[in-house]
């Protein structure tokens, strides 16, 4: 079952159940098919056929261009309103688009749909399940973006697997803040509600939930570990209940937490609030979600286990594989790249990992970020980084092997009323219960974010860029 079927399931049997937030008044599933329907019409004037490259906001307008591309059975390729991966005419020339759609196109969609007079619905296509569905850029975190290639069988079986992990109903009311032009927002925000049939409005990060929160007044959220830092943040002003409720979110029953590590004390702060915090971990390839916790088998620093009928193992040199039906179909256009990643139906991540005798998965790290030191001994930089960012300046860190053989702490810092010799201190005080050939010999503060090319589209750092620029 594709995934926009269940928009027209929800339209049937629960037409005036609120839908989506229009940023001032919910429409309900009829009102959404019917919008849906119409705007899919204009698409397939446009585009009988082939792939849709988009640039939307994260927007209401997003869902329901999305929505609208599934509908006609069309493949998106989304990229968000930034700058892309790849040059915009290199991007239109490699997947061979044969539409690209902006948030101004879906705006004068959306009011035409809305004002005028809908047209009889035509037979839309019928895609094979095995067909593409959507192409997504990876996020570059150690190699050159590359685009994904997921089936439609493939993006609904990864978001009813996440759904098991992590159940939520038709009374779940989900903000979502996270990119919808990246896989996890595409599986475990848009996937997840379209098969639960709950309400969902969108907006993107901090400043997002901010402004929404205090609308909807959500009971699930996906953040990465940098959000969840600054919804803990706000609890230094007063209590930590009294700062959920000023932000919306006294209604939260399950926060998830991806895109990479959440440290062990804003884990242990969250729940203690009484929010079940569901860490995962997914790469594109995977469509994105391997594992995840539960609301009952979850604990910090480990990402749970594997979603139903994906299954994992570790290969001799402890790196974790996966095999299971939401892998992509392969890389566009690449077909070195794709056996490459891909033995023998088997996804070789490239993710250190150990899993637990309940099956509960840690993951330890990159196995290409491993430093070896000149006495043999083997270091993984995310042990070190971890540490480091439960301070409360610190924002990222990256741990680099410098020329000279030594290691150094380059760390991303908000502005801090303390002296850079105390900071200093307070780095060195962090990882003082480490071996002694584990910690940075120095230490390169930054205050204030890292250049845009120093950062993947998750926002994390690129220690291929960050290290040598910073480190030498």
Known sequence: MRLIQHLH???????????????????????????????????????????????????????????????????????????????LPTILAQTGATLHLTT??????????????????????????????????????????????LSWQAL???????LSAAPQSESDCRLT??????????????????????????????EGLRSEALKIRPTLLNVVPSIASRILEKASENDLPTSIQQLGLERLRMLGCGGAPLSRQDYSALQEAGITVIHGYGLTEAGPVVCSGTPSKGRPGTVGGPIPFTQIRLDPEGRLEVRGPGLMTGYLDDPASTKACMQQDWLQTGDLASIADDGIVTILGRADDTIVLANGKKIQPTEIESLVCQLADVRHAVLWHDRKGDLVGIVECQRSTRSPETLQRTLDA?????????????????????????????????????GPRYGE
């Open 9 to 87: 399931s929800h339209a049937q049997q629960r037409p005036n159940a609120a839908a989506l937030w229009l940023g001032d008044q919910w429409i309900n599933w009829s009102e959404l098919r019917s919008l849906t329907n119409e705007i899919t019409n204009r698409l397939l004037d446009l585009s009988p056929h082939g792939r849709v490259v988009t640039q939307f906001d994260n927007h209401f307008l997003a869902v329901i261009g999305t929505l609208a591309i599934q509908n006609a059975g069309l493949c998106e390729v989304p990229l968000g309103p930034g700058k892309p991966p790849k040059p």
């Open 104 to 149: 101004v196109d879906m705006q004068r969609f959306f009011e035409r749909a809305r004002n005028g007079s809908a047209k009889p619905n035509r037979c839309f296509n019928e895609p094979s399940p095995a067909s593409e569905s959507l192409i997504l850029w990876t996020s570059g975190t150690s190699a050159s973006p590359r685009a994904v290639v």
């Open 156 to 162: 609904a079986a990864n978001a009813a697997g996440k």
């Open 177 to 206: 803040i996270l990119p919808l032009w990246h896989a996890y927002a595409r599986t475990c925000e848009l996937g997840t509600w379209l098969i639960s049939g709950g309400q969902l409005a969108v907006s993107l990060g901090w």
């Open 430 to 466: 962090s990882v003082a219960l480490l071996e002694k050939w584990k910690r940075p010999r120095r230490w390169v503060i930054r205050y204030g974010p890292f250049e845009t090319d120093e950062v993947t589209t998750k926002g994390t750092p690129r220690r291929q860029i960050v």
